[in-house]
């Protein structure tokens, strides 16, 4: 349960330091969280320069296929959806938000004013709507919760286990793979819930990090083992039925 800082060599890692606002995002009970100042219009930048030397037809090839993108989604990847965020990112999962380990993954990051990840959000999903076709309907609906607009992905026609939702407060955008979810961290961070400054585990382990970190990170090693138990237990039951029929002396209490 030690939170760490990163490295300073990392290319893409704002150095500019985390406040307590910026870890204060992540609730109490997380199971593991990254709270870091990352520039993902850099990191953007630095793949697309990939691209150009790894693709064949190297630059026109990455000019075209970008520019296809953004013609079917409407919007600037760069400019108008990497641009709209700032550097401030926050990602958890919390067993209080009904996810386990990865599932109730919860995204909230700084964005600028005047932005447009709503608009870019609705356009990629008409898109993936047109891509999909057939009997399946991909919409994008919405819900008012405490005064706040939650929009998400509505599928219907195949069997889709996510409903990405998304929801702007105050500067800061929520993402996560439900609406649930999202309702959850408007709970927190509205009644300014218990946060991850106050689990004494975190407190201990930020003891011994510098003054101002730029990133900090948390895992509750103790939680993701009985988590992963809860997982192991049918898992290893269907084995030992499995290994019975060979003759092999295995059961459920073995």
Known sequence: DMPGAASSNNPFVSHKALINDDIGVVPKSASWATVTNVDVAAMYRSIIELLRTIMPGGEKAVAE?????????????????????????????SPDFGGIWFSGMVIVVKVKPGNQLGKAMRNIAEVVAEEIGGDTAVRVESEEYHGQKIEYINVSGIPMPVAPAWAEYQGRWIVALYPQMVRMELDHLINRGPSLLDNPDFQRGREFMPKSPYSVSYVDTKAGVQQLYSFALPIWQIASAMLQKEDIPLDAVS
């Open 65 to 93: 296929t970008i520019a296809e993108i953004e013609k079917r989604i409407g919007v600037s990847i760069e400019k108008d959806i990497l641009g709209a965020f700032d550097d401030t990112w926050a990602i958890f999962d």
